[in-house]
């Protein structure tokens, strides 16, 4: 099961303000690859469990009752990659559909955050079919970024305002932010990466001004339950003055 109820709480939960929550955590999903080198595996299957790890945090958000997840699984840059480990992910990504049922009996939306135009057609109908299928649910959304990158979605979002001949004058920073692929997703509040990396690599570039970054060591199919509980331990210990 997707969202299979956990036996015992996790040790750190009573150390968590659940009135302090972060409304938007976003996951930049790294170190596949480099935990199935250091097992002696094959790398693709680093994917695979990178998958598993994600529906664990989850899991775990929807007992925290979180709002909005979202997790960076495959950038434009990723199209670099070899067609092997690229058509992989595809496959992976393809398991969404199999998880409509439980988003729906936990009321989650799905959403796809990425450039449609670099998708094949059967990975886009699965997209629409989830999110059509998911969007009367009102408990909070988990958010899939695949096929996107900071920049592009930019880009493209300026694009479209100018083929709609978008009035200059009318255009804010809430306004444009209804352009980009984020769709309406508040602002990202907590950004946690894993793999030991300290960058975000051009991700959510337009709707993390504020966040708290996060870096952690393990790699992501390494990430528990429990260490979400200490991304947010983590993140109600900062002073958050938005420029004030």
């Known amino acids: 099961?997707?969202?299979?109820?956990?036996?015992?709480n996790n040790a750190d939960e009573n150390l968590i303000d659940k009135n302090n929550m972060p409304k938007h955590i976003a996951f930049i999903c790294d170190g596949n690859r480099?935990?199935?080198r250091?097992?002696?595996l094959p790398t693709l299957l680093g994917h695979k469990e990178g998958f598993e790890?994600?529906?664990?945090?989850?899991?775990?958000?929807?007992?925290?009752n979180f709002e909005n997840l979202t997790f960076f699984c495959f950038s434009t840059e990723n199209f670099n990659r070899s067609k092997d480990e690229i058509d992989y992910l595809f496959d992976l990504f393809r398991e969404v559909e199999k998880l409509e049922k439980n988003l729906v009996k936990h009321d989650y939306r799905f959403h796809h955050t990425g450039d449609r135009t670099m998708l094949p057609k059967d990975i886009l109908k699965i997209i629409d079919k989830v999110e059509k299928n998911t969007a009367n649910c009102t408990k909070g959304t988990v958010n899939i970024a695949f096929a996107y990158g900071g920049r592009n979605d930019i880009i493209n979002a300026t694009k479209k305002m100018l083929k709609e001949k978008v009035d200059p004058k009318s255009v804010t920073e809430e306004s444009?932010?209804?352009?980009?692929?984020?769709g309406e997703m508040p602002d990202v509040d907590l950004l946690v990466r894993t793999s030991g990396e300290q960058r975000i690599?051009?991700?959510m570039l337009y709707n993390m001004p504020?966040?708290?970054?996060?870096?952690?060591?393990k790699?992501?199919?390494?990430?528990?339950?429990?260490?979400?509980d200490a991304c947010i331990i983590e993140y109600q210990k900062r002073n958050r003055r938005f420029g004030k």
Not at 1 to 8: H, L, T, V, Y
Not at 55 to 63: D, H
């Open 201 to 203: 690599s051009g991700f």
């Open 53 to 64: 790890a994600l529906k664990r945090v989850v899991r775990r958000g929807s007992e925290l």
């Open 210 to 217: 504020y966040a708290e970054l996060y870096f952690v060591k």
């Open 1 to 8: 099961m997707f969202f299979r109820k956990k036996k015992k």
């Open 176 to 182: 444009f932010k209804k352009y980009l692929t984020t």
């Open 38 to 40: 250091l097992r002696a």
């Open 219 to 228: 790699h992501w199919p390494e990430f528990q339950g429990e260490d979400l």
């Open 34 to 36: 480099r935990w199935a």
